[in-house]
């Protein structure tokens, strides 16, 4: 185990291209030293800033999101290691109009 004061956290949040689970289909992947705000289920993520291959992608739909908490042993030349959070978010593409926005959510 390691101990508190040597161990850093690291956040992420990876967003899936619509139909995919695939870790190497992310449209999107954020790192942070410090938590996001909790995304839910029929949150909408607007991808028109993200760049590259995420840029076709104008609305998202979240659909499900699933969490990853392991341990990066301190090795080599990082003698630190880490706690790294990851927050797998999956999407469904949704029409960019004022429909879309409007339309409230189902509680979950």
């Not at 990853?68 to 042993?73: H, R």
Request: net charge positive; proline share 6%.
């Amino acid at each position: 185990m390691l101990s508190r004061r040597t161990t850093k956290l690291e956040y992420r949040l990876e967003i899936h291209r619509p139909g995919s689970c695939d870790d190497r289909e992310c449209l999107k992947i954020f790192t942070s030293a410090a938590p996001f705000l909790p995304l839910r289920i029929g949150d909408l993520l607007n991808a028109s800033a993200w760049d590259g291959d995420a840029s076709g992608w104008k609305l998202l739909r979240v659909l499900n999101v699933e969490h990853v908490i392991s341990e990066k042993p301190s090795a080599g030349i990082d003698p630190s290691g880490r706690i790294i959070h990851r927050a797998l978010i999956y999407t469904e593409k949704v029409a960019d109009n004022a429909q879309t926005r409007n339309r409230p959510q189902a509680a979950s």
